[in-house]
């Protein structure tokens, strides 16, 4: 069997794939929190009932977003149940796209974490505090103790890391996704 063909640990699963998940089903049921309880309860969920072994290596992925896909509508259908709106609601065909759409996202930004991840630490934590946090470079500098040239050279350093360890087409969705 190829490296990538064997049957991943549920630890392996978890560490690839909860924050991507999360990520996924935040965008459904537009709670963080409530994502993460859907996410954290599939995982539970699999490891009670020993699912994993009846998954194929390799096709994971597609059963742990099809599992916490379900999970989330199912959280949105019981919320919209609870306020009546349950009774008028037809899933349309947008909804699906939109769902896509979800999937992709949380793929990309997955991509971006792990690839964060991989940068030295001076970088990554400069980079989280820059792009994902929002701070000005002169923000970043008072918080670290560092001069503003430092934050910017950093900044830089971490782009072109970046670069060469998100494949061409993350990184494209990403500007898409952020622009």
Known sequence: ??????????EELFTRYY???????????SCEETAEDLVQDVFVSLLEKNQLGRV??????????????HAALN????????????????PAETEERDITHHMMQAEVLGELHAAL???PKGCAEICKLAYLDGKKNHEIATALGVSINTIKSQKQ???????????????????????
């Not at 069997?1 to 549920?10: A, I, V």
């Open 56 to 69: 194929s290596p390799g096709s994971e992925h597609h059963y742990l977003y099809g599992m916490v896909k």
């Open 117 to 119: 991840h991989s940068l």
């Open 75 to 90: 959280s949105v259908r019981r919320h919209n149940l609870g306020t009546r709106i349950f009774k008028t609601y037809t």
């Open 1 to 10: 069997m190829k490296e990538n063909q064997r049957m991943l640990t549920p």
């Open 19 to 29: 924050a991507r998940l999360c990520e996924f089903a935040c965008r459904i049921v």
């Open 157 to 179: 350093r971490a782009i072109n890391l970046l670069r060469r360890k998100i494949s061409p087409q993350a990184l494209t969705l990403l500007l898409f996704l952020l622009y």
